[in-house]
């Protein structure tokens, strides 16, 4: 090419040097805290349940890639995410053909159907979840309480809030809050030692995976800050404990890996900050006032739909434009 020619393409035109491939695989690198933390309180099941969820996942997206007579695409490693984040949803009792029916739906229904990766309106992860829970819910709600080296189990955490065990083996944090109870040691809650799903437990390691996506700079601050704010904000003034409400159930995981998709939330700054809040607000009201206990999956699939909506209204105003009058 001479150094005279121009070539005239469509934005955007400054460009990362991250490919969509490397920036699915780092994310799938900040999954392995959740992980390794699901593996070590919950056992060789968790373990499991990752490996049949990711492999799932992949085998579905290269099988449909195959009849649908499209390159196959299961190296960008988006396939991989998604199965690795259905299966950190999911309680640690569920049997192994459910995280795999799990990603199989998300896959085809969520995300190839749709055309594949950038095409998907939803997130994948979280429509297997919402389709696991909807058609078997007592298996997505039933909880175990690890033991872990810090020594606190169900009976012991009964202990400490002076109620009996029956109360408390069963039940996650949430559900505990459900039920007028919302004293668990801060603690327990940071480091991951209770009932709950496989990748929820545990803030610190779900913060480390966060932290390594925003210094590498793979998700943008505003749409965990906007979500984690709202929530706290919310909860202040309700009356709730903030800090409880941050830590427990899913926030911290949605927050940082799945209203963070690149494909199903706004691309302009202040979209991504309103969408996020929209996030944070949405799980309060469904946590407070709806059936379940939790509200994040819902509540990340519902500002899903206001994605296109919100890029729409805060596009920002073209450099020298100048409104017309009248």
């Known amino acids: 090419m001479l150094e005279t020619e121009v070539v005239v393409s469509a934005s955007p035109h400054l460009r990362s040097g991250l490919s969509a491939?490397?920036?699915?695989?780092?994310?799938?690198a900040a999954l392995i805290p959740a992980s390794v933390a699901g593996v070590y309180y919950f056992g060789r099941q968790?373990?499991?349940?990752?490996?049949?969820?990711?492999?799932?996942?992949?085998?579905?997206?290269?099988?449909?890639?195959?009849?649908?007579?499209?390159?196959?695409?299961?190296?960008?490693?988006s396939a991989a995410v998604t199965g690795v984040?259905?299966?950190?949803?999911?309680?640690?009792?569920?049997?192994?053909?459910?995280?795999?029916?799990?990603?199989?739906?998300?896959?085809v229904l969520a995300k190839q159907i749709y055309g594949g990766?950038?095409?998907?309106?939803?997130?994948?992860?979280?429509?297997?979840?919402a389709f696991l829970l909807a058609s078997?819910?007592?298996?997505?709600?039933?909880?175990?309480?690890?033991?872990?080296?810090?020594?606190?189990?169900?009976?012991?955490?009964?202990?400490?809030?002076?109620?009996?065990?029956?109360?408390?083996?069963?039940a996650t944090a949430l559900g505990l809050w459900g039920d007028g109870i919302s004293k668990i040691p801060y603690l327990q809650l940071?480091?991951?030692?209770?009932?709950?799903?496989l990748g929820e437990t545990s803030a610190l390691a779900i913060l480390l995976g966060g932290l390594f996506l925003l210094v590498f700079k793979i998700i943008d601050w505003r749409i965990p800050v906007g979500c984690l704010g709202a929530?706290?904000?919310?909860?202040?003034?309700?009356?709730?404990?903030?800090?409880f409400h941050l830590l427990a159930g899913g926030l911290l995981l949605g927050a940082f890996f799945?209203?963070?998709?690149?494909?199903?939330?706004?691309?302009?700054?202040?979209?991504?900050?309103?969408?996020?809040?929209?996030?944070?607000l949405l799980t309060m009201l469904i946590r407070k006032y709806g059936g379940p206990p939790e509200g994040v999956c819902y509540a990340i699939l519902l500002m899903n739909i206001t994605s296109p909506l919100l890029d729409r209204w805060t596009v920002p105003k073209r450099f020298g434009e100048v409104r017309a009058n009248g």
Do not use: H, Q
């Not at 990766?117 to 979840?129: E, I, K, M, Q, T």
């Not at 940071?190 to 799903?197: D, L, P, R």
């Not at 929530?231 to 800090?243: H, I, K, T, Y």
């Open 85 to 107: 984040l259905l299966a950190l949803t999911l309680p640690p009792t569920v049997p192994l053909w459910m995280p795999a029916a799990g990603s199989a739906f998300a896959i």
């Open 190 to 197: 940071y480091m991951g030692n209770i009932a709950g799903s």
């Open 46 to 77: 968790a373990l499991m349940i990752i490996l049949v969820s990711m492999v799932s996942a992949v085998l579905t997206e290269a099988i449909t890639r195959i009849i649908m007579k499209r390159p196959i695409t299961i190296g960008d490693g």
């Open 258 to 280: 799945m209203a963070t998709d690149y494909v199903t939330t706004p691309v302009t700054p202040r979209g991504r900050l309103i969408f996020g809040v929209g996030c944070g």
């Open 117 to 129: 990766l950038g095409y998907n309106p939803f997130n994948p992860a979280l429509v297997g979840r």
């Open 136 to 170: 078997w819910p007592t298996l997505m709600t039933k909880w175990v309480w690890p033991v872990g080296a810090l020594g606190w189990a169900a009976d012991r955490t009964a202990a400490a809030l002076g109620l009996s065990a029956d109360a408390v083996t069963g």
């Open 231 to 243: 929530v706290a904000l919310l909860a202040f003034l309700m009356g709730e404990d903030p800090l």
């Open 21 to 28: 491939e490397r920036i699915m695989w780092l994310v799938v």
